[in-house]
């Protein structure tokens, strides 16, 4: 009894084991990006740059610091001496302890703008990284949402290979009948025969590609890699929610996404960054006034004559002025490097956006392309299915050869992978068009 029962719960671990985990496109996404070590690390890079912006503003705000420290010194007694007394004159006993308790505060007042460039770069730093957080985030959405339907496709392309076989399996029995009637030869036999052996091995393959495009999305959605996973959207559905089906228009389409691509404007802001930099490294170049405050609460406190061990307080205010003459060249130097990487900068920006004429065209005939195809695959799917029908029947009754059959069948294999993968392009090419727009980060649905 007690064995029965071990292995009723093995077998209930094992089935809860293997049932499937049943996502949405739209879930899978959401799960890509939790688990997005790409999207964790890009955000960790920003909340850092934030940090350093802080800091960095935190320079222009008033310090206040607070400092103590404790001598002790050796007893004796102050003694006046001068060349009119034949002998030093005791004036007063030496305080042994000596304890300084000081407060102060320093504001800069005028760093030639060094501090407020600075503060302004770092900021703009920071606002361009949280843009990438966007980017890696549209970026990481687009590769689940591609492997999701890559594994679609190659289930698609297993379940045709599977109805392949079964159907090859149904002429094998038709054509051992046919050659014993003596209305096919024994080549023709042969010819089934083979054909029936090469669609087990294509259902081998497309299995095995099933299988790792399963893997692949689960490493994308931090799932262990034998996690099975049901698919509950399909690219009909994909192309009936689809927004930017519509004519489209190119030249507004690349102005759209010229404004709502969130690498774009990291590029600008990066550049802008730069030339805030340069102003931060031109500002050595100026003088720098720092004023400072302090409140002294020392024992003793040597403002005070005569000299007297107890704790008093004083303070004092002040303006300091600094300025650099020469530091053979470093002040130029660090203005030349603010200059190149703000070159550097532009000519990442233009690159930028060199591209995104070429990537939206790009996308605009993907998806103009995969929509033509739909309809033409359609069309023969519908052909190769009436031409399969009309030549099994012929080959049943002995008017088709082993050959005209097989044709067929294989006409009909390449129709439904085509059929399929037509719709899944679909799908994919409109996601790839989205990204090229930077719709998700805009969270309309509508290019225009």
């Given at each position: 009894m007690k064995s029965t029962l071990i292995l009723l719960i093995l077998a209930l671990s094992t089935s809860l084991a293997q049932t499937p985990r049943v996502l949405s496109v739209d879930e899978a996404v959401e799960?890509?990006?939790?688990?997005?070590?790409?999207?964790?690390?890009?955000?960790?890079?920003a909340d850092a740059e934030r940090a350093r912006a802080t800091?960095?503003?935190?320079?222009?705000?008033?310090?206040?610091?607070?400092?103590?420290?404790?001598?002790?010194?050796q007893d004796g007694k102050f003694r006046l001496s001068t060349t009119n007394l034949p002998q030093p004159l005791p004036v007063g006993d030496v305080v042994v302890d000596n304890v300084v308790l000081r407060l102060g505060l320093r504001q800069p007042l005028f760093t030639g703008f060094r501090l407020s460039g600075a503060a302004d770069a770092a900021d703009l730093q920071a606002d361009a990284s949280a843009l990438e957080v966007v980017r890696a985030r549209e970026n990481v959405r687009f590769v689940v949402t591609a492997a999701y339907w890559t594994l679609h496709q190659a289930r698609e392309v297993l379940r045709s290979a599977g109805e392949n076989v079964k159907r090859l399996g149904s002429y094998r029995e038709d054509t051992e009948?046919?050659?014993?009637?003596?209305?096919?030869?024994?080549?023709?036999?042969?010819?089934?025969?083979?054909?029936?052996?090469?669609?087990?091995?294509?259902?081998?393959?497309a299995r095995d590609a099933a299988r790792l495009a399963e893997m692949d999305l689960n490493i994308l959605l931090g799932l262990p890699q034998d996690t099975p996973i049901g698919l509950a959207s399909r690219p009909a559905e994909a192309i009936q929610e689809d927004t930017l089906s519509g004519d489209i228009d190119l030249a507004d389409l690349i102005d759209d996404a010229a404004v709502q691509r969130s690498d774009i404007e990291a590029a600008s802001l990066r550049v802008a960054s730069a030339e805030a930099g340069i102003r931060a490294a031109r500002g050595a170049w100026w003088p720098q006034i720092e004023l400072s405050a302090n409140y002294l609460y020392n024992n003793?406190?040597?403002?005070?004559?005569?000299?007297?061990?107890?704790?008093?307080?004083?303070?004092?205010?002040?303006?300091?002025f600094a300025f650099e003459l020469w530091n053979w060249g470093a002040t130029g130097s660090r203005v030349e490097q603010a200059e190149a990487a703000m070159r550097q900068a532009k000519l990442a920006e233009q690159e930028l956006r060199d591209h995104l004429s070429r990537e939206v065209h790009g996308a605009v005939l993907a998806v103009q392309r995969a929509r033509?195809?739909?309809?033409?695959?359609?069309?023969?799917l519908?052909?190769?299915r009436e031409n399969l029908r009309a030549e099994t029947d012929r080959f049943t009754t002995g008017l088709a050869s082993s050959t005209d059959l097989l044709d067929a069948e294989v006409s009909l294999v390449n129709a439904e992978t085509q059929s399929s993968g037509a719709e899944v392009e679909y799908a994919l090419s409109v996601a790839a068009l989205r990204r090229a727009l930077g719709i998700e980060r805009s969270g309309n649905g509508d290019a225009r």
């Amino acid at each position: 009894m007690k064995s029965t029962l071990i292995l009723l719960i093995l077998a209930l671990s094992t089935s809860l084991a293997q049932t499937p985990r049943v996502l949405s496109v739209d879930e899978a996404v959401e799960l890509g990006l939790a688990s997005s070590r790409t999207v964790e690390t890009t955000s960790a890079r920003a909340d850092a740059e934030r940090a350093r912006a802080t800091e960095i503003n935190a320079q222009r705000l008033p310090a206040l610091i607070a400092a103590g420290g404790y001598t002790r010194i050796q007893d004796g007694k102050f003694r006046l001496s001068t060349t009119n007394l034949p002998q030093p004159l005791p004036v007063g006993d030496v305080v042994v302890d000596n304890v300084v308790l000081r407060l102060g505060l320093r504001q800069p007042l005028f760093t030639g703008f060094r501090l407020s460039g600075a503060a302004d770069a770092a900021d703009l730093q920071a606002d361009a990284s949280a843009l990438e957080v966007v980017r890696a985030r549209e970026n990481v959405r687009f590769v689940v949402t591609a492997a999701y339907w890559t594994l679609h496709q190659a289930r698609e392309v297993l379940r045709s290979a599977g109805e392949n076989v079964k159907r090859l399996g149904s002429y094998r029995e038709d054509t051992e009948r046919l050659v014993k009637a003596g209305l096919m030869t024994t080549n023709d036999q042969l010819r089934v025969e083979v054909q029936y052996s090469n669609s087990q091995i294509a259902r081998l393959e497309a299995r095995d590609a099933a299988r790792l495009a399963e893997m692949d999305l689960n490493i994308l959605l931090g799932l262990p890699q034998d996690t099975p996973i049901g698919l509950a959207s399909r690219p009909a559905e994909a192309i009936q929610e689809d927004t930017l089906s519509g004519d489209i228009d190119l030249a507004d389409l690349i102005d759209d996404a010229a404004v709502q691509r969130s690498d774009i404007e990291a590029a600008s802001l990066r550049v802008a960054s730069a030339e805030a930099g340069i102003r931060a490294a031109r500002g050595a170049w100026w003088p720098q006034i720092e004023l400072s405050a302090n409140y002294l609460y020392n024992n003793p406190n040597s403002r005070y004559q005569p000299i007297t061990p107890e704790f008093l307080g004083s303070w004092d205010v002040g303006v300091s002025f600094a300025f650099e003459l020469w530091n053979w060249g470093a002040t130029g130097s660090r203005v030349e490097q603010a200059e190149a990487a703000m070159r550097q900068a532009k000519l990442a920006e233009q690159e930028l956006r060199d591209h995104l004429s070429r990537e939206v065209h790009g996308a605009v005939l993907a998806v103009q392309r995969a929509r033509e195809k739909i309809a033409l695959a359609t069309l023969v799917l519908s052909q190769a299915r009436e031409n399969l029908r009309a030549e099994t029947d012929r080959f049943t009754t002995g008017l088709a050869s082993s050959t005209d059959l097989l044709d067929a069948e294989v006409s009909l294999v390449n129709a439904e992978t085509q059929s399929s993968g037509a719709e899944v392009e679909y799908a994919l090419s409109v996601a790839a068009l989205r990204r090229a727009l930077g719709i998700e980060r805009s969270g309309n649905g509508d290019a225009r």
